[in-house]
Nanobody, 127 residues
Framework: QVQFVESGGALVQPGGSLRLSCAAS????????IGWFRRAPGKEREAVSC????????TYANSVKGRFPISRDKVKNTVYLQMISLKPEDTAVYYC????????????????????WGQGTRVTVSS
């Protein structure tokens, strides 16, 4: 059974940092493109950071470029989203997603491309 266990969400002050983790079980993440998405209150879900199977291609929303690097650890079968310089507008529920692909160098930005989703972890940025 394919499952994700997301963790790392918390209440943090503006300017603070968090690292979100997405641990996969029931499958090996190698061979899957990965994305982090978020849904802010009253808004639609949007892509944040996405990474290709090879790890060589990354795409970012303009609003998080330079602040939310995505990475993957094959040994731990886990994907991370490092979040720095957090802003109140980053408040949202964050979801990781994965999809199998033979295209190792494409990072998929559209949520319609993803087959498996985590349950979400809440990030609140507030003073």
């Amino acid at each position: 059974q394919v499952q994700f266990v997301e963790s790392g969400g918390a209440l943090v002050q503006p300017g603070g940092s968090l690292r979100l983790s997405c641990a996969a079980s029931g499958f090996i993440l190698d061979g899957y493109a990965i994305g982090w998405f978020r849904r802010a209150p009253g808004k639609e879900r949007e892509a944040v950071s996405c990474i290709s199977t090879s790890g060589e291609t990354e795409t970012y929303a303009n609003s998080v470029k330079g602040r939310f690097p995505i990475s993957r650890d094959k040994v731990k079968n886990t994907v991370y989203l490092q979040m720095i310089s957090l802003k109140p507008e980053d408040t949202a529920v964050y979801y990781c997603a994965a999809t199998p692909t033979s295209n190792r160098d494409t990072a998929y930005y559209s949520d319609t491309k993803y087959r498996y989703w985590g349950q979400g972890t809440r990030v609140t940025v507030s003073s």
